[in-house]
DNA sequence: CTGTTAGCGCGTTCAA
DNA sequence: TTGAACGCGCTAACAG
């Protein structure tokens, strides 16, 4: 294993030399940098990122906080996306990445779960879809002891980043289309769970629909379950004349429903997962790119650990109909 | 934060003994030991896992190779599996975990790859569905400088295990159900890319089962793609009494092809996803557990870094027919 | 059985 | 502009 002290040694220069052009600090002149420029290719040398962390707690970690479901994993696809442009990004960036489930923090005061982060020499954090009812994240995030990104969490502060499409326009969006479409007035919309923020989000952009077409909703929770929506739609659809549903998994559910019941009624969903390809009816959804959000995510921790200050970012959508043509390949 | 040395402090001994009982090294009192753990506890102290993994080669990480397909996000449900068992067990064993994606060390020489986990301590690889054409991988297994774990490959050394379930066993069980319900004679089978150990493994199934219950067997290779099964069965499936497929999402393109087509054939898969559950056709499967396969390679791993012996471990497997009624939840 | 000591590989003062 | 020296938190010989 090739260290530093070798590249010093085979560049001619001092050990804390190389660290410095390594980590693109002034004062070195270009024709020392080019010396250990060079003995850094020769050697194949790769820094070890555990002992940078070791050593200076400024650039540490970044840990992926996901909440997959353990029992529907039809969504799962959303989480791998996550995933996918976490890493590629923290690989561009030279950031280190520890993925954690929330079951492993599960019950962790906030306390520990800041000691078990300090341990890891974690920095930054990047939460998907916080939970309005989890209090030691909720805390985490307010403590500001690490640089947090949250996505689909409208939280901002000094070392707090938060990252989403804008929900309220984008069920606005979808839901009108829709319902547009085959000029209805009775709406049905199963929202999700009560705890997401992003539900809230949803629904105003709803109850501005309703305003500005004129139309009358019934609400009900669904609580981004299949079987929920299924239930809710079995009981409630006929006399509605569209069923606008927070998540693609409880439109799938809805249209089983009405499938079973042998009425039609339009349905739309929402984020735009391959499965909806799959279900044999075409239907409206928002497609979201996760893989690019949290490309982006991992920008922006990556700019709190470096000093920045926490924002707003907003990223964009679109409305799409699901075919099984567009998703075979 | 606090650290060994203030637990030892705490305890009133020395850092080394706070370590080895960490560590769970014999020759400490039990009177010492309850001194320790008791500050520990006191104290939440919760051990740096970096200055562990810089200090000692030996109990280093483990990195989890994951190759999930970018474009097929059907079967992400299986990366997840294995990836919610590895840092389950992981967290269970105290190992760290590092998660990569083969596209990361897609360009990398056996060198290179050695040095880049070396660089991250990592001491134990666990490599999910490694491909026979894959040299870098397969030299890095041979060369036996880290602990191996290969799932789904039939590597065995000193340092390498592999773990699977019986692939032969398993197509023969799922196909001979198949058949022998609709007592069919000629079979269209759709096997996997021609890289995959498992392909191999699953065809001699479909060769034994021809033998035993003297069929014809026409193969055709669908590289797990779901667009070239389903034209695989829209040019062969005529005149074929049964299509057996190398995996679930052949299986729902052959479906959709007889489908299309409108004609009755029995299908079977292979892999047991949620997907399968959504087509509207139920079809035989075989019900593999991810998940605690995956658990079972962290044990392993963990395993062969303490010194362990690599051996060949074969988990179980079941056959079930997907309905959507136990799909959803 | 317990404590002392020397690193692991790197970042970072502080002198030179 | 460069380099020597210290320490991050821990493990592992070795000494006691």
Sequence with gaps: MVSIREVAKHAGVAISTVS????????ISEETKAKVQQAIKELNYIPNSIAAALSSKQFGRVALILDPKRQTQAIDQIFMQYLLGALDTAQELHLEVVTTFTSTIADMSVEE???????????????YGLSKEDPTLYKLV??????CVVVDAPIVNER???ISID?????????????????????LYIAGRKDG??????LAGMKRLVQDLDLTMMVRQGDFSELAARNIALKYAKNKDVIVCASDLMA???MNALIDMDIFRPVCGFDGITLMGYVG????????????????AVKEVHQLMRGGQGQKVTMPHSIVKMHYKDIII
Excluded at 172 to 181: F, G, M, N, P, S
Excluded at 281 to 296: E, L, P, V
């Design 20 to 27: 410095k052009v390594l980590n693109g600090y002034p004062n």
């Design 113 to 127: 779960l800041t000691g078990y982060f300090m341990a890891q020499s974690v920095a930054g954090v990047i939460i």
């Design 142 to 147: 307010q403590g500001q002891q690490f640089s």
């Design 160 to 162: 707090t980043t938060s």
């Design 167 to 187: 929900h309220e326009q984008a069920q606005y969006d979808v839901a009108k289309k829709t319902i547009l479409d085959d000029n209805c007035k009775r709406v």
């Design 197 to 202: 923020y992003v539900t809230e989000q949803r």
């Design 252 to 254: 799938i559910g809805a």
């Design 281 to 296: 009816k075409q239907m409206n959804t928002i497609r979201q790119d996760f893989y690019g959000i949290s490309c982006r």
